[in-house]
């Protein structure tokens, strides 16, 4: 009988905690350069605005993307980020530097290795870039703020998400931007009061009215996320010798998960971080994006590496990519 009794034993507790995803040969899955860019101060509301010019136009009409304005087919940048990053660009109109805060020695521009694939259960997405590996070698630059860490934004409806990446939930006003309202005005307000918040973070700009104090109703808000509005958001961060993952989302706010779906295995060796993030197509969870075969979905990336904080970044144009499908990249089916 205890022997008929392990056996029921094995068979529920496999049945209750399934065996974790393969591994995947990542030398046999394709690799994409994704070109990443120094966007200084740019946020939404100037990619929106008279500085923009016939950009601006365009955006607030929905036509052009970002790419079809600003990355050739070759995959070269239509950008000036390293002068962006010098301080030396400044806007057309208003004649504000893009960089009021220049960074001596801060390239440009860095290049991102993109690997991705999928099986019946789990999407994995592998980055890879070089880098001195700051916080990973040094933990006191993590527990002062400036830890190196690569962040995943996705979405698979919201159109505006599709041709303008993460530019939809960065702002003027976010904690550290120009037009950041202080901490004592933060706190003031009912909103982050009642979360005991004094800063600014990444919200869509469809999910306020105009601007970080202007919330929407209920309603209108449970619309948008019926609608696809939400913005699923998995972040790596790097601290001596080890790598935390935080799955997040961002609509009227940026918070936390309530439920971890995403899984990390990440280091830093040979003067460049590898990443690979993992989670279920379909977790169940209102508070992610879900996904499944035969459809895309699209993605912007952002890097902050050696000693950068808060806006101070790389970020990728949005890219889609496929399960099944053709995207910008097709997503490879593993066994």
């Known amino acids: 009988m205890s022997l008929r009794l392990l056996f029921v034993l094995i068979a529920i507790f496999f049945c209750y905690y399934p065996a974790e995803a393969k591994d995947i040969d990542w030398s046999k899955i394709s690799s994409h350069k994704v070109p990443m860019f120094y966007p200084g101060v740019a946020s939404w509301e100037f990619l929106t605005s008279e500085d923009h010019k016939l950009g601006g136009n365009n955006i607030k009409q929905g036509k052009k993307s970002c790419p079809e304005c600003h990355l050739s087919k070759s995959g070269?940048?239509?950008?000036?980020?390293?002068?962006?990053?010098?301080?030396?660009?400044?806007?057309?109109?208003?004649?504000?530097?893009?960089?009021?805060?220049p960074l001596s020695g801060k390239k440009g521009f860095i290049n991102l290795s993109l690997q991705t694939a999928y099986d019946e259960e789990y999407i994995y997405v592998r980055l890879q870039w070089e880098s001195t590996g700051a916080s990973w070698n040094n933990p006191k630059i993590a527990d002062e703020g400036f830890a190196d860490r690569v962040a995943v934004q996705l979405n698979r409806t919201q159109d505006f998400f599709k041709r303008y990446g993460c530019f939809i939930a960065c702002h003027s006003d976010l904690n550290s931007m120009p037009a950041s309202p202080s901490k004592d005005e933060v706190r003031k307000h009912p909103y982050y009061s009642s979360l005991k918040r004094e800063d600014v973070r990444l919200y869509a700009y469809y999910a306020r009215d105009n601007g970080w104090a202007a919330m929407k109703g209920d309603d209108e808000l449970k619309r948008l996320l019926k609608e696809g509005g939400l913005i699923d958001l998995w972040e790596i961060e790097f601290k001596g010798n080890n790598a935390e993952v935080e799955d997040g989302w961002i609509f009227n706010d940026r918070r936390a998960d309530d439920k971890a779906d995403v899984k990390s295995d990440a280091k830093w060796g040979d003067g460049k971080y590898a990443v690979v993030l993992k989670r279920k197509l379909n977790t169940g969870d209102s508070q992610d994006v879900q996904l499944k075969e035969d459809e895309k979905f699209a993605i912007g990336v952002a890097i902050h590496d050696n000693k950068a904080n808060h806006r101070k970044h790389y970020i990728s144009f949005p890219l889609t990519i496929g399960l099944g499908v053709k995207g910008d990249i097709k997503a490879e089916k593993v066994k």
């Not at 070269?76 to 805060?101: C, N, T, V, W």
């Open 76 to 101: 070269e940048f239509d950008l000036r980020a390293d002068d962006i990053a010098s301080g030396k660009l400044r806007m057309k109109k208003s004649q504000k530097a893009f960089e009021p805060e």
